[in-house]
């Protein structure tokens, strides 16, 4: 070895053990040598040898530092193999070194470290674990140490019990009472967590009878008991990342941990369940049911009459449960289960199933339930019921049914000792004329004795249900509560049916509805050997529930339940399998519920018809599939009415189906699979149904069937693949070709709708309203198609869409856009998307922006001269669209779009005194010109703002990522440039709204970025666009911009280098008259800015004082309690006057 | 400063719920809508007592219904009711819901502080120093009433 490492090493050990040199230098020397070690470039025994000094030394202070060197190292080293003399010295070092309590910590940490080690690296003997502990045992005085050094001990202990179980076994007494010892009065807990488990892994150490444990199974307990109910309000801190369940969890393992605490813990438990505090019940409880389980049925037999007591009391007398008032009850009786409730059913369930009959004979002869279900006779008016009845009914209900749930022949003691006195309370008889409904019953039933048959029912089902087997499942038939059931079904049956029968008549108690419909879908969905009921029965309840759906509707609880219960039915019958019920559940069932879509009843409102249709349609995919046929043939029926006949009432009702086909069948269908072929039939019947229809005049319903059917199609078209989209799309050419005068004549690439129509003979403006759905259709489909669908004949489409468009036909543009932003980049060899573009913008749009500027080839127009007759702002706004399809796509003719925005917004050619505001503008040449300016100014908005109707990731679109940063940080030097030249009103005026558009549409980051070249040009937009009321919105959302830049750290600097300017604008804005959230984001900005430095806004202080003093007399009252809370803040700003 | 506590023991009652005032959504931009008690009683209700860790409205030293409000002639009056009869405290939360309201209402109104009749023993004292422009200018020059004030306004609720 050479000298180098020698003296590095020498100096690192120097470092950690000297007391001058700081936390971080110690561990970077220690790693240092840990390194040398790892490598190998350092032996363990030289390093001990060289250390001999600082180990040996009787100084305390550095001793300890030295011996923790050592100990820390060897922590490192855990993974590195070290051979047996190493380790057997390094062992019998530190097993002394326990006896030196001036330097015990790094002895603890040494000894943790070797013991930890893992076999193949080498790991101490067996004689030598013994040596530790009984030094350990001799020479340690747990409690009396801080809380480092007990965790560490602790720690020891623990991996001592883990792990050399054998060495340990023959120290019997002495270990268990050094334990003891060791652990008592320990309150930090991390060193808990490490006591519990020493005690539980102790028990297993020594886990018969008559061990040493036995001497000491009371003293230990002595010790853990007082830490029940674990109550642990530990502050949050960091270090301590321990929670009360985690304590609580490793508390109940070291109570349960051996059978010999049971003679102390059951008694403690049922002391602490009979407690006030619920906590400490629910505790007593949950440890209940665990240490059952772990003693085992014969240790607990002795306790079963005090436990059933306890449990008795706490289910019984505890008001726990609380009586919720809600109009949809978790439970006839509307309770909300309390823990105590939960845990207590447990524990009963444990306590059931471990003593089967003993446990089940104390429950029946317990005189309090007998009694109590002898006193039906005395509560027959269920308003009379009391809450304490009630909440005892509730309890008996479910100790009865986890009685039932518990096993098969719990379940017939309890029918044979309880079912009988139910029937006398209910006056049911056995009935052997299955499935005949008597119509004579008195339907004022016992209120507890109905609530007890359906709990009873519920849980016998659940018995049943739970034991799958086959084998089982035909000895339970053969039960007697099977029978007892039999006979009775029919007879309870017709109980519910009477029930509800009374309920359809009168209004009745919500809580007897609940019972009947319950227990009807109960009988209804018993697994199959288990018939309870007879065909006829199960018909007969499928029919009145389907009945309840198809015309109670008014009464809104017993339809809910109605529609729950079947949707139940439905799913039991779809998981069982059980032919005969579903094919009964099709014929009734689905057919009724089916038809409700088609039904002509408008007494019924379609939401709730809808609803029952989806409700019981989620259960299946068979179910689903019928009623997208039926839905399909309804909305067709409906629209050939609407469109042939014009039949127009049917035009909201068809309108509320189409909504709900794109809103929730779609969509199911799309995760359930099977969307594909559900849209490409509905797509292609929608368009046969156009291509039938000749002659369509629809006025204001039409729009939003229009709309509605647009949606839908749109919906469709997103879930269909590629294939299905062409065959839908040809579909549509088609229906076009035939239909639309647009295809009829020869369509010439270049000519306007105008023309066309003058050729026609048409001179109406705008579309006819048949063009207008057939167009709106195709715009539909095309808007969302995928990019790889082959799309024939695109020149032609394309200049059908670009016509519509200058019509004002909005879905016509969207679709370009959408177009222009999939079609693929070489579209066929002599056609390219490129050339494409050129061709739609030069013979179509700018033709109508700007006539007489034929030597533009394709470049962006400039506004010589905007006073033409074919001036066309739809013009303008299809432009938009085309931009933002291909800006979303990255595609470099966004430039000549961008560039033909621009100079209709600088147009050198008004003559700076027209202000766009004033009324006095009476040329309509001026006028259209004044409104293609604007449409340009909107343009922007259009291009950056996300779109829900098309151009979005839905839609399939190609989106590039970070678009709109890119587009942001072209335009801004243009805009920049183009204000600072721009010397006419009117024109700064639109490009302070074009800017205002695309800046605030802009992701925050990006503007930020640029906050000192943006912030003036912002302060501008305030102050000429506050002039005019109209631009109200912008201003709003430019103000939301600062309050972003005033948020972000950058952004706060560019502020306060122009604060003056800031204020004074924001302080004009305080008072804005015409949009109550402007002033009120505009007060909060000022919130904000107080907290900027005090040098740079304190010259303003008086001024915004002065501006907020007089927003506190705001008309509106936020307005007013923003100025308040910011006038605060401002006045508050290096002086504490009060008197502003 | 008092070494002994007043009311040492005072009764906490509950606070009552915050009334929502409805959607936000505004129907007309333009309607005004005109200050209410209720605003009133938002601005005061947090006031912490000088002597307690509760709120003026914890201890129901004042309430909804004893705030007078005239929107129209721009007149507000409060009054309020000290824990106790011979509460020498008075004064100080006098002073505090006058500060509170001066710099919370607009410069319009006039503000009245009144204690409940019956509720002090010297009533009139104590309502004539509250509405004395000048003393109340005066005690807010003494800078141990001003920190005092400060304090019990400080904003409880963020």
Same mark, same amino acid.
């Given at each position: ?34 390194? &040398? ?35 820390? &190292? ?38 943790? *470290? ?53 060495? &340990? ?90 059978? &010999? ?118 509560? +027959? ?33 309890? %029918?044979?000792? %309880? ?91 919500? #809580?007897?509805?609940?019972? *009947? ?44 339940? *109605? ?83 014009? +039949? ?14 794109? @809103? ?10 099977? $969307? ?76 306007? /709708? ?68 999939? /079609? ?23 033709? @109508? ?12 127009? !400039? ?88 151009? @979005? ?29 721009? +010397? ?65 750290? @950058? ?36 919130? $904000? ?23 506190? =007399? =705001? ?26 | ?30 309607? #005004? ?34 705030? +007078?409000?005239? =929107? ?17 405290? !008075? ?68």
């Amino acid at each position: 070895m050479d000298g180098t490492p020698t003296i590095h090493y020498v100096i690192h050990i120097e470092s950690y053990v000297s007391s001058s040199s700081s936390e971080a230098q110690q561990a970077a020397s220690i790693d240092a040598i840990a390194l &040398l070690l790892k490598n190998d470039l350092l032996s363990l025994e030289t390093l001990v040898r060289e250390m001999e000094m600082y180990l040996t030394t009787t100084d305390n202070i550095i001793r300890s530092r030295g011996i923790l060197l050592l100990g820390e &190292l060897l922590m490192r080293l855990m993974s590195k193999p070290l051979g047996d003399t190493a380790i057997s010295s390094l062992m019998e070092f530190f097993t002394e070194r326990l006896a030196d309590w001036k330097a015990l910590h790094g002895a603890l940490v040494g000894c943790l *470290a070797l013991l930890r080690r893992k076999t193949g690296v080498g790991m101490i003997s067996r004689s030598q674990a013994k040596a530790v502990a009984e030094s350990y045992l001799k020479t340690l005085q747990v409690q009396s140490l801080g809380q480092h050094d007990r965790k560490l001990c602790l720690q020891i202990l623990e991996c001592l019990l883990d792990r050399y179980r054998d060495a &340990l076994f023959s120290l019997g007494d002495d270990l268990v009472y050094g334990i003891c010892e060791a652990i008592d009065g320990e309150k930090d807990p991390q060193c808990l967590m490490l006591i519990f488990h020493i005690v539980e892994l102790l028990a297993q150490l020594f886990p018969e009878a008559s061990g040493p444990l036995e001497n000491f199974a009371g003293d230990l307990f002595e010790i853990l008991e007082c830490y029940f109910p674990i109550h642990f309000t530990h502050p949050k801190s960091d270090d301590v990342d321990i929670k009360r369940e985690e304590l609580s969890r490793a508390l109940m393992l070291a109570f349960a941990s051996t059978p &010999l605490f049971e003679p102390s813990v059951i008694p403690l438990l049922l002391d602490k369940l009979s407690s006030s505090l619920p906590s400490a019940k629910v505790e007593s409880l949950k440890y209940l049911s665990f240490c059952t389980l772990k003693y085992g049925g014969d240790r607990m037999e002795k306790y079963t009459k005090s436990l059933w007591s306890a449990l008795k009391d706490a289910l019984f007398t505890s008001p726990q449960s609380t009586l919720s008032e809600d109009s949809d009850p978790i439970d006839g009786l509307g309770f909300h289960e309390s823990e105590i409730m939960t845990q207590a059913l447990e524990f009963l369930q444990v306590l059931v199933r471990q003593h089967n009959a003993s446990f089940l004979s104390l429950i029946m002869g317990d005189g309090d339930i007998s009694t109590f279900l002898n006193s039906f006779s005395q509560f +027959d008016n269920f308003n009379s019921l009391s809450t304490q009845y009630k909440q005892r009914l509730h309890a008996v209900g479910h100790v009865l049914s986890v009685c039932i749930k518990a096993s098969a022949s719990s379940c017939n003691k309890v %029918f044979e000792s %309880f079912f009988p006195r139910l029937v006398d309370a209910l006056r049911l008889s056995v009935d052997n004329s299955h499935g005949i409904v008597h119509s004579a019953v008195d339907a004022n039933f016992n209120f507890g004795a109905l609530y007890l048959c359906v709990e009873l029912l519920a849980a016998c089902r659940q018995l049943v249900v739970s034991s799958d087997e086959v084998a089982s499942a035909h000895d339970l038939a053969r039960d007697s509560w099977c029978q007892i059931l039999h006979s009775f079904s029919t007879s309870l049956c017709n109980v519910f049916f009477c029930l509800i029968r009374a309920s359809c008549v009168e209004s009745t108690r919500n #809580a007897y509805v609940y019972a *009947a419909v319950k227990g009807l879908e109960i009988l209804a969905t018993f697994p199959g050997s288990f018939i309870s009921v007879s065909k006829l029965m199960y018909e007969n309840i499928l029919l009145t529930l389907t009945s309840i759906i198809e015309s109670e509707f008014n009464k809104k609880f017993l339809w809910k339940a *109605a529609l729950k219960a079947l949707v139940e039915i439905s799913l039991f019958v779809n998981k069982y399998h059980e032919d005969e019920k579903a094919a009964s559940f099709n014929s009734i069932v689905k057919q009724k519920i089916v038809s409700l879509i088609s039904s002509d009843d408008l007494n019924m409102p379609q939401s709730l018809k809808l609803e029952a249709v989806f409700d019981i349609g989620l259960t299946g995919k068979n179910f689903m599939l019928s009623v997208v046929s039926e839905l399909e043939k309804t909305i067709s029926a409906n629209l050939s009415e609407i469109l042939v006949h014009g +039949d127009r009432r049917l035009a909201g009702l068809t309108a509320g189906l189409l909504e709900c086909y794109s @809103n929730k069948v779609l969509p199911w269908f799309h995760v359930n699979g099977g $969307a594909d072929e559900v849209s490409l039939s509905f797509a292609v019947n929608i368009f046969t149904k156009m291509e039938h229809n000749t002659s369509l005049s629809l006025e204001a319903e039409g729009k939003e069937l229009l709309g509605a059917t647009m949606a839908a199609m749109k919906q469709a078209m997103t879930c269909c693949s590629v294939e299905s989209q062409e065959k839908v799309l040809q579909k549509a050419i088609d229906v076009m070709e035939t239909n639309s005068f647009f295809f009829s004549n020869n369509l010439i690439l270049g000519t306007d /709708l105008f023309n066309k129509k003058t050729q026609l003979g048409q001179t109406s403006e705008g579309l006819s309203c048949q063009d207008e759905w057939i167009i709106s259709l195709f715009a539909s489909v095309v808007i969302a198609l995928r990019p790889q669908t082959q799309i024939p004949n695109i020149r032609l489409l394309l200049q059908l869409l670009a016509m519509t468009l200058l019509e004002g036909h909005i879905p016509s543009a969207q679709a370009l856009g959408s177009l222009v932003n999939k /079609l693929p980049l070489n579209i066929s060899e002599d056609c390219s998307l490129k050339e494409l573009i050129d061709m739609l913008l030069k013979n179509v749009l700018w033709r @109508n922006i700007s006539i007489g500027k034929e030597g533009n080839h394709g470049d962006a127009v !400039a506004m010589s001269n905007l006073r033409s007759s074919s001036l066309n702002s739809h013009a303008v706004i299809g432009l938009a669209w085309i931009g933002k399809g291909l800006l979303m796509r990255g595609h470099e003719k966004l430039k000549d779009v961008t560039m033909t925005f621009l100079s209709c917004l600088v147009s050198n050619e008004d003559q700076g005194n027209l202000l766009p505001f004033n009324d006095q503008m009476k040329d309509p040449a001026e006028l259209k010109v004044f409104s293609l300016r604007k449409s340009a100014a909107d343009a922007f908005h259009i291009v950056m703002s996300d779109s829900d109707a098309c151009l @979005n990731r839905n839609y399939h679109a190609i989106v590039r990522p970070l678009y709109k940063q890119r587009f942001f940080n072209i335009m801004m030097p243009m805009f920049l440039s183009a204000i600072a030249k721009c +010397d006419s009103s009117t024109s700064r005026c639109f490009l302070y709204q074009a800017f205002a558009h695309l800046v605030s549409e802009t992701p925050l980051v990006a503007v930020v970025g640029d906050a000192k070249k943006v912030l003036p040009v912002l302060m501008d937009c305030f102050l000429i666009l506050s002039k005019d009321i109209s631009h109200k919105e912008i201003i709003y959302s430019v103000l939301i911009v600062l309050s972003g830049i005033l948020t972000d750290k @950058n952004g706060q600097e560019t502020i306060i280098e122009n604060a003056p300017m800031v204020i004074r604008r924001l302080i004009e804005l305080t008072s804005y008259p015409y949009m109550m959230v402007i002033r009120e984001t505009a007060i909060q900005c000022f919130g $904000a800015m107080s907290e900027l430095p005090h040098a740079r806004i304190y010259p303003m202080r008086t001024q915004v004082l002065q501006a907020i003093t007089k927003a506190l =007399d =705001d008309p509106k009252r936020v307005v007013r309690l923003e100025a308040v809370k910011c006038r605060l803040a401002w006045a508050s700003i290096a002086s504490r006057s009060i008197h502003f | 400063m008092v070494s002994e506590l007043i009311n040492a023991n005072p009764v906490v009652y509950k606070k009552k719920e915050r009334r929502d005032r409805g959607a936000r959504t505004v129907l007309d931009e333009y309607a #005004a809508e005109p200050i209410d008690q209720l605003e009133i009683f938002d601005h005061i209700r947090d006031i912490k007592d000088p002597e307690h860790p509760y709120s003026l409205e914890e201890l129901k030293v004042i309430t909804e219904d004893a705030i +007078d409000i005239d =929107d129209q002639r721009s007149y507000v009056r409060v009054t309020f009711t000290p824990t106790v009869e011979h509460c020498s405290m !008075a004064t100080v939360i006098g002073l505090c819901l006058r500060v509170k309201l001066m710099r919370s209402l607009p410069s319009r109104y006039k503000v009245d502080i009144r204690v409940a009749p019956g509720s002090h023993a010297t009533e009139t004292a104590v309502n004539k120093q509250l509405n004395d422009k000048e003393r109340v200018a005066a005690a807010l020059e003494n800078p141990n009433l001003v920190d005092m004030v400060d304090e019990c306004l400080a904003p409880s609720y963020a």
